[in-house]
């Protein structure tokens, strides 16, 4: 599976967007991007995955750009329950047996 | 509160000791995890079972012994263990082992003396 980058961590206001940028520059096609988030003491949850075109769930939108070598998780209204690690993985369609394989991830600090 | 429900949520143990570990969905998910955490870094692959089949063993020393009794259930045993071996112990479980998210349970925290 193609590797990513993440800034190692991140601020933002309590009721703004949280913006989070991940680099995936070696996608291949037949590859997904996910997110998962992990708060402290707590298992990793999921958030939302995308192929190419933008998803939106409950918790946050997918943006994937044209050439999919990077995409952004918008949280739209960030609230300090959202402070976690988020980890951006790319995992490729039924291959390799259901690797899930976790970066180092960002961590995202909200504020009041 | 999660769906996959991992048991101890604590467990200390000694060296010479043997301990399991259990995890427990009821969701009908065919695909199940074992990942260890240590502090401050991600979660790393353990093993996955298919449809109660080990698929995949990321090299992982025989003092870990995962067990699939049915699929609901997992187990991870533990023998002979080292203190490096304490860590966060993460079960997850999936409707399928290619492509559907992960749902993870809250770990046991392993501590090995």
């Known amino acids: 599976d193609a590797k990513t980058t993440q800034p190692t961590s991140m601020d933002c206001a309590e009721g703004r967007a949280a913006n989070l940028p991940c680099n995936h520059s070696t996608i291949s096609g037949n590859e997904y991007v996910y997110w998962y988030r992990q708060i402290h003491s707590q298992g990793p949850q999921y958030i939302i995955h995308?192929?190419?075109n933008n998803e939106t769930s409950e918790m946050a939108s997918l943006i994937i750009t044209e050439d999919r070598k990077s995409s952004t998780l918008i949280l739209p209204h960030a609230t300090l329950r959202d402070t976690a690690v988020y980890y951006c993985i790319v995992r490729a369609y039924y291959n390799q047996g259901g690797k899930l394989i976790f970066g180092q991830g960002t961590e995202l600090s909200v504020k009041p | 509160d999660t769906e996959v429900t991992q048991t101890p949520k604590h467990l200390v143990m000694g060296m010479t000791n043997k301990k399991s570990l259990k995890c427990e969905q009821h969701m009908g998910h065919r695909a199940m995890y074992w990942y260890k955490q240590k502090a401050k870094k991600p979660p790393e692959l353990m093993f996955v079972y298919s449809y109660e089949k080990l698929s995949i063993n990321e090299s992982v020393p025989s003092r870990f012994s995962p067990e699939c009794p049915n699929s609901s259930l997992l187990n991870l045993h533990l023998h002979a263990l080292q203190p490096e071996d304490s860590a966060l112990y993460l079960c997850?479980?999936?409707?399928?082992?290619?492509?559907?998210?992960?749902?993870f349970g809250n770990g046991t925290r392993l501590t090995v003396t």
């Open positions: 995308g192929l190419k």
């Open positions: 997850a479980s999936s409707q399928d082992p290619g492509f559907s998210p992960l749902h």
